[in-house]
């Protein structure tokens, strides 16, 4: 008896202990959920605030009687609070770096581009003079040619401004490398007006804008302080190219002929094209919203004063660099080599001539107050064009007119990306800008073209024009200078 009571009582206490070690888990279980439910309450901190408030983490209710079934759902709350945060700093790039090997890379091959696209077209004075002499075509149609390289070039910033902005940069400018250097191959088999009218000013013109505007307004978001300075070193591009080719036509020209001379060029273009087409990076995130023109713009007195006067400036500042070879041929009377080193001369002076002000913009004056005498000094110099009648004094005005039209040319963007306060919209409003200086561009030179042939090969009327148009776009700038600050002279615009 008394052993069956033992094991009896040990069964009793083996039930009681079970029950006892049952109720100890269940209580454990439950605190570890009270524990990680309060622990993912503190590891979650308020959200940044560019996330939307319909993005809130909501803290984790406690069940108790399920603590296991909420491990997998804390975990997703926790990856989607890391991937907002990651993409909250996606959203913010941080100021612009001002300098650096990324920055300084950006400027160099943004240099690159305005060799293979300004550059082309400050050179195309050499096209005009040999296809005004050699092939016996008019001034004002070839000026055509030229014009649409320049509608294309600046006219297209509007929509490839945009695309830049929107995140579609390589999809613009790699196309764009191709177009041109198709469109100069395709020129050395032109035979008629109308070849080169659609391979050297329309083709040519649409790669040009292709590239231009975008690799412009992606060099501005890498620089605050230092802009004026990393706008002119990229626009020194525009006297590299103007040297470079025009070189290659005079040394080539006689050995090889007009149509491999042009060969050799668009070969040029197409490796200098694939060097930047692989290195330019942007900098800011896509903004895929938002207007294709930023019409608001244009209700900134300031902006829109500037506009008018870039339009007026640019009817009269690229008649020079067309017929400056043409002028000495057939006012002058000095033999067509000679002409092409004028051209030279005029594109080089553009070297000092964008470097200088752009340092002294970034140093002292800023790009608006630098602009200014720029402009002013130029279409002075301009009207002094008329008084040329030696080969001494048209050397002197050449050097003039392309120290001081280079530094116009170097700060104009500059002074346009200044008056935008919204880096993401630096694309849209440098585009606009830029192209109501192409549509200027297509105009001008045809008009004093037209006057020059009015006039019997008269270049008086011509220079007038164009200098009037040039000051009257001068006092209009100045008008937005002072729309902003007023009689303060001495503030940094």
């Known amino acids: 008896m008394s052993n069956s009571k033992e094991a009896t009582s040990d069964v009793e206490k083996g039930v009681q202990m079970e029950s006892i070690a049952r109720q100890e888990n269940e209580r454990s279980s439950n605190i570890v959920g009270e524990k990680a439910d309060d622990g993912l309450t503190t590891i979650l901190p308020n959200r940044p605030q560019e996330v939307h408030a319909e993005q809130e983490i909501e803290r984790i209710p406690t069940h108790r009687s399920h603590a296991s079934s909420r491990y997998p759902k804390a975990f997703r709350q926790i990856t989607k609070t890391v991937t907002a945060r990651s993409n909250a700093s996606i959203l913010d790039p941080g100021p612009p770096p001002d300098g650096g090997v990324k920055a300084w890379t950006q400027v160099a091959m943004g240099l690159l581009v305005i060799t293979n696209t300004w550059g082309m077209i400050s050179a195309f004075g050499v096209f005009q003079s040999y296809y005004t002499t050699e092939l016996g075509m008019e ?28 995140g579609f940069f390589h999809w ?42 975008p690799a412009v307004s992606l060099i501005t978001t890498y620089f605050a302080r230092n802009r004026s300075v990393a706008l002119s070193c990229s626009a020194c591009g525009s006297a590299i190219g103007g040297l470079l080719y025009p070189t290659i036509m005079r040394q080539l020209l006689p050995q090889i002929g007009f149509q491999w001379t042009v060969r050799v060029m668009g070969f040029i273009m197409l490796a200098v094209g694939s060097c930047y087409s692989s290195l330019l990076r942007p900098r800011l995130p896509p903004r895929k919203s938002g207007p294709l023109f930023e019409l608001s713009a244009f209700r900134e007195v300031p902006y829109t004063l500037y506009a008018i006067g870039l339009f007026l400036v640019c009817l009269g500042v690229y008649f020079s660099f067309y017929y400056i070879s043409a002028f000495a041929i057939n006012v002058i009377g000095v033999p067509y080599t000679e002409s092409v080193n004028l051209l030279l001369i005029m594109n080089g002076m553009g070297l000092p001539g964008r470097l200088i002000p752009g340092y002294i913009a970034n140093r002292w004056l800023g790009p608006y107050n630098t602009l200014i005498p720029w402009v002013l000094l130029t279409s002075i110099i301009m009207y002094c064009w008329s008084a040329v009648d030696t080969k001494a004094s048209l050397y002197a005005f050449t050097i003039l007119y392309g120290f001081f039209s280079a530094g116009f040319q170097g700060l104009f963007p500059a002074v346009m990306a200044n008056l935008t306060k919204d880096h993401s919209k630096l694309g849209t409003r440098n585009g606009m800008g830029l192209s109501v200086v192409g549509f200027a561009s297509l105009t001008g030179p045809p008009i004093s073209g037209a006057l020059i042939q009015q006039n019997h090969g008269n270049y008086f009327v011509a220079q007038m024009w164009a200098g009037t148009m040039m000051l009257v776009g001068t006092l209009t700038i100045i008008a937005g200078r002072f729309y902003i600050t007023g009689w303060k002279l001495k503030e940094r615009v």
Not at 200 to 207: D, E, H, S
């Open 172 to 213: 613009v400018v790699v196309p764009g490398a191709l177009l041109s250097s198709l469109g100069i191959l395709l020129t050395s088999l032109c035979t008629k007006y109308w070849h080169f009218f659609l391979a050297q000013g329309v083709m040519v013109g649409l790669g040009n804008g292709c590239q231009f505007a």
């Open 139 to 166: 001034a004002s149609a070839v000026s055509w040619i030229g014009s649409m390289q320049m509608l294309g070039h600046f006219g297209l910033g509007m929509f490839t401004g945009r695309a830049l902005d929107a």
